[in-house]
């Protein structure tokens, strides 16, 4: 077995073989793998993806035909299904939720300082700051693991690392109504990583029939009885939260697959397309059905997606140059996002959100007044300009009527005929902020001025923000961010080269996909989002361009923004390359300082009770004994499956000797969902069984519940090499042992390729049935 905790614990997180989730042994530091200490105190747990083939699966498979197959391949489909609709629908509640609030909080504000600008600032910090303050409240005193962006949680649950209560029901509910709160009250940060956390909450929910806690659940619904199958649903439900959030199906499909899960199938790929499909209709239905009016304030700003289609036809080979620039300067800002958000989430952890909730509600609201206050007051400071001329076929009106979605806002402006550039894109909504950077024809709408002013302010905002007792999500701020230093580099570039043919907004376009490229790292999915949301396949090699160089200016800097909260989250990642160090190290050395703990066949009662007690171990080698006297090691021993056969009690024996498994005359006494952990959340503790001193006395023969077949490595195997297998498969535990003394086969490709006799039906392998050639 590997172990991540050596004897001087975890000194140097580099060693990326020091914080391996492979065997849940302990190191003497007396806290076992499966349980790693987080930075706020909780524990993460190792999943157990493998397949446990124990005595009572096998008999359960061989009780179930062709046709519980087909059954369970429909009910998979059905569950995507499911997953689609229901995230879709979140997706449309939130955004109609969120548009509606924006709406009447504009509205009301834009009627009030036509009398008292003083007064509008007033009603529109309170307004703000009451939506805030439900979210916090929801956060801190209802759904704890809803805070931030939930997408480090959800790849590391993928990556085999579960965190307690990141995809419960009340986790659902609070993600929903907190993303209300803050969005809506136009904190800097999005809705589009919450999305992706609340369609992996649904996804979940169906995969183990829902909440029992809250009596929401259904019997009919609990057909997966593996972690494995609850991983697939969960990778559904990112890429559905992605599809929802940006009306970007293939874009949630490329996500799932580039960004969060560890292990991808082809199976797995058209499931994940049809959830993604299936987000689409919803979400396009249900635009098409508020396009009557039955949704309030939502209309054309409620989904983000920014058409550009309109935009630049073509570009010049000198444009490139300028095009490059922006990609350095996005993979710079994006990294010195990641290190600050890392270092200010640090403070927050180990300092200021351990003073109690009582803080982090302040906190919150602190930033929402400040937030409001400079969203507010700095536009009443710049001076307005003169509409420009109009043209009948631009559609764009100068200036808006108050309250109103598009460019060119009046506020606090002598004139009817002007406009205040910075609060077109500060006292708006983001989504409808980037929508004008994005917009074509609108040369010298701002000045550089007023977008260096909110580059530097909404930076500082979003640094501030992300981190705090609230949802919160990254994109939308990138994008905003990114746009504004992009449309900087448009106005310069249209200076300098006087093309009439250059838009500035299609530099905010590339300006937003260097951003998210410097700071989250992403490529392809990355890519086809921004080609999906902006409806303009022409930039597609511009995107691509400006993605690659932010993302190789971030790499050389830190890690991706996901990785690095992942990390300070104390959420130990399995990243797809081993590090160089291990290609000099072996098995032998990652398990040097362990003392392994066995288990007899035949185990006392009062054995197990002491031994489960004396450490934090989740996996246990179960040995047995020859005629002659030789010890074999039979297999894997679950601690969750010891609590379940202490707890049930119904396979105590008085006797010390062991049963017989041969003839399947051993009855089933268990079911094997009872033996599947609950997602999220602690599962059986040794404290919730309650024995007597005669069951103390009792044994139990742990033969028919073992995993007879674990994944074995020699102990001078190279590190690396256990590290691929260990990731590549999705293991828990390894066994390292000697070297073994005999061979008593050898498995090629042609032994695992099977021949079905058309006749007979009968099926064999072709190794049997065929000669070597």
Request: proline content about 3%; charged content about 15%; aromatic content about 10%.
């Amino acid at each position: 077995m590997l172990s991540n905790h050596l004897q001087n614990g975890m000194e140097t997180a580099k060693l990326l073989w020091s914080r391996l989730p492979t065997s849940d042994a302990e190191g003497q530091d007396g806290v076992g793998i499966g349980h790693y200490k987080k930075t706020d105190g909780g524990t993460v747990e190792s999943l157990d993806y493998e397949v446990i083939e124990n005595y009572a699966y096998r008999e359960e498979q061989a009780l179930r035909g062709k046709l519980y197959m087909y059954y369970s391949v429909c009910v998979k489909w059905f569950f995507a299904l499911l997953i689609g609709i229901g995230t879709g629908f979140a997706a449309v509640f939130i955004n109609i939720s969120v548009e509606n609030f924006a709406g009447w909080k504009y509205s009301l504000t834009f009627n009030i300082i036509q009398k008292s600008y003083f007064a509008g600032c007033i009603i529109y910090i309170l307004f703000n700051l009451a939506l805030v303050l439900s979210s916090v409240y929801i956060i801190t005193h209802f759904a704890p693991a809803a805070a931030g962006s939930g997408i480090p949680e959800i790849k590391g649950y993928l990556n085999g690392i579960d965190t307690h209560g990141i995809l419960l029901f009340r986790t659902l509910v609070g993600k929903i109504f907190g993303s209300i709160g803050s969005v809506g009250g136009g904190l800097a940060l999005g809705k589009e990583g919450p999305l992706v956390h609340t369609g992996a909450c649904i996804a979940s929910l169906l995969g183990q029939g829902g909440s029992t806690k809250y009596h929401l659940s259904s019997r009919w619904l609990q057909v997966f009885n593996s972690e494995r199958d609850r991983r697939d649903l969960v990778t559904c439900g990112c890429a559905a939260g992605v599809a929802a959030a940006f009306r970007a199906p293939v874009g949630g499909v490329l996500f799932a697959l580039e960004e969060v899960t560890s292990w991808w199938r082809s199976q797995l790929m058209w499931r994940v397309f049809f959830t993604s499909a299936i987000v689409a209709v919803v979400v396009r239905t249900a635009m098409g059905w508020c396009k009557s009016g039955k949704c309030g304030h939502f209309g054309s700003g409620g989904f983000i997606i920014w058409d550009v289609s309109d935009g630049q036809e073509d570009y010049s080979f000198m444009e490139l140059l300028p095009m490059a620039v922006i990609g350095v300067i996005g993979g710079l800002l994006g990294a010195l996002f990641n290190q600050l958000t890392l270092y200010i989430t640090n403070w927050r952890r180990n300092y200021l959100h351990k003073k109690g909730n009582h803080i982090k509600i302040i906190e919150v609201c602190l930033i929402s007044v400040i937030t409001s206050i400079i969203s507010f007051g700095l536009p009443l400071f710049r001076k307005c300009t003169p509409c420009p001329e109009s043209d009948l076929n631009s559609g764009i009106e100068c200036p808006r009527a108050p309250g109103m979605y598009g460019n060119y806002v009046n506020f606090y402006c002598s004139s009817k005929m002007e406009y205040n550039d910075l609060a077109t894109i500060f006292f708006n909504t983001q989504d409808d902020a980037i929508r004008n950077l994005f917009s074509a024809k609108t040369i010298h709408e701002f000045s550089a001025q007023s977008l260096l002013t909110f580059l530097v302010m909404f930076y500082a905002l979003a640094v501030v923000t992300f981190g705090t007792a609230v949802p919160a999500g990254q994109f939308v701020p990138g994008i905003m961010i990114g746009s504004t230093y992009g449309r900087l580099v448009g106005m310069f570039v249209v200076s300098f080269y006087k093309r009439l043919n250059i838009e500035e907004g299609t530099y905010a376009l590339l300006g937003a996909a260097s951003f998210l490229g410097g700071s989250m790292r992403m490529t392809v999915s990355l890519c086809v989002i921004m080609v999906e949301i902006t409806n303009n396949l022409k930039l597609l090699p511009l995107i691509m361009l400006v993605l690659l160089i932010s993302k190789a200016v971030g790499d050389a800097f830190n890690e991706g923004f996901y990785e690095e909260q992942a990390r300070i989250r104390g959420i130990p990642l399995l990243e797809s390359r081993p590090k160089y160090q291990m290609r000099s190290m072996t098995a032998k050395d990652a398990c040097a300082n362990q003392k392994v703990v066995y288990f007899p066949r035949v185990v006392k009662v009062s054995d197990i009770v002491s031994i489960l007690r004396s450490n934090m171990h989740n996996g246990f080698p179960v040995i047995d004994h020859t005629r002659n006297g030789e010890t074999l090691v039979i297999g894997l021993m679950l601690r969750s499956h010891l609590l379940v056969l202490l707890q049930s009690k119904v396979d105590f024996q008085h006797s010390p000797l062991p049963c017989d498994l041969r003839g399947g005359s051993l009855p089933i006494r268990h079911n094997l969902s009872e033996f599947v952990k609950p997602v999220s959340s602690k599962g059986i503790s040794l404290e919730d069984i309650h024995l007597s001193r005669d069951d103390l006395e009792m044994y139990i023969d742990l033969a028919p519940f073992v995993n007879p077949s674990p994944y074995i490595v020699p102990e001078d195997m190279s590190l690396s090499k256990v590290y691929n297998l260990f990731r590549q498969l999705g293991l828990r535990h390894i066994f390292v042992v000697p070297r073994a003394s005999r061979v008593i086969g050898m498995i090629t490709r042609k032994d695992l390729l099977i021949e079905e006799h058309e006749h007979s039906g009968a099926v064999e392998l072709q190794s049997t049935s065929r000669s070597e050639t």
